[in-house]
């Protein structure tokens, strides 16, 4: 299962339905599409309902944070009660990208997590640059939310405080990058029952697809990679993390015992 694609992309505007059939063919048969913005967390939830085994995650990125208006947020809110909307995301903080203050980013931020704790629904959380207070602001939270951080490239210290605070973490390409030796040796000691695995399609392709656009079905490709550092076979590795995954999102196990 792809925890984390953006099939909302204007890259995936010709082929999405390609794109689906081509990742149902080798085994990936769920995935969960986030927004960044109002307009693409409605068409996550656009492409979601017409795609079976398709979610969508809803939520304003730190990027999106410039001239927002009350109508997005209000539109944001709105999506949350669509049945296939089963993740508030994705959100967090980027202190690398300079657009808006990380004062400002925090509390919208902490405003969607409150959301995601409100409505029991689990958060996607984007975090670069901003480890200590991506967790500080879950903290601020306390109890009762949970989420997972993506494409996690940390240190094992830092996932056990999110582990802890009850997120799952999820791997995608960069677990398979030449030189990530540091996020391989942490992905080694994840608590198994909290490892989840994403492309984050059409970014960061795993090695050796490096420069491509990247899709759903590549999650197969860091799942491989994932087994070998676990000593797990491939089989185990996506049974596990499919597994987490259902109980990382528990509105999407209920849509499907429903449906
Ligand atoms: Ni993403």
């Not at 990679?225 to 597994?243: F, I, N, P, Q, Y």
Request: proline share 4%.
């Amino acid at each position: 299962m792809d925890t984390h694609c953006h099939l909302n992309d204007t890259q995936f505007e010709q082929d999405w339905v390609q794109v689906w059939e081509q990742a149902q063919a080798v085994g990936v048969t769920q995935m969960v599409i986030p927004g960044v913005d109002a307009a693409s967390s409605a068409r996550a939830v656009e492409i979601a309902d017409r795609l079976d085994g398709v979610y969508a995650a809803v939520g304003i990125h730190p990027e999106s944070l410039q001239n927002l208006s009350d109508a997005e947020w209000d539109a944001v809110y709105e999506l949350l009660r669509h049945p296939k909307v089963v993740a508030i995301g994705e959100v967090g903080l980027d202190y690398y990208w300079e657009g808006v203050s990380h004062e400002m980013q925090q509390e919208v931020f902490l405003r969607q997590l409150t959301w995601g704790k409100e409505l029991g629904l689990p958060v996607i959380v984007h975090n670069r640059d901003a480890t200590q207070d991506t967790l500080r602001c879950i903290g601020e939270i306390g109890t009762g939310v949970t989420g997972v951080l993506h494409c996690f490239t940390g240190s094992i210290e830092t996932a056990i405080q999110a582990i802890q605070a009850g997120f799952f973490i999820s791997y995608g390409g960069p677990l398979t990058f030449k030189n990530a030796h540091n996020v391989r040796q942490a992905a080694a000691l994840v608590a198994a029952d909290r490892l989840v695995v994403e492309t984050d399609s059409p970014y960061l392709s795993p090695h050796p697809f490096r420069g491509r656009r990247n899709e759903p079905r590549q999650v197969n490709r860091v799942a491989e990679v994932l087994a070998e550092v676990r000593g797990w076979t491939l089989d185990h590795t996506a049974t596990v993390t499919t597994r987490n995954a259902h109980r990382l999102f528990p509105r999407l196990s209920r849509e499907e015992e429903e449906g």
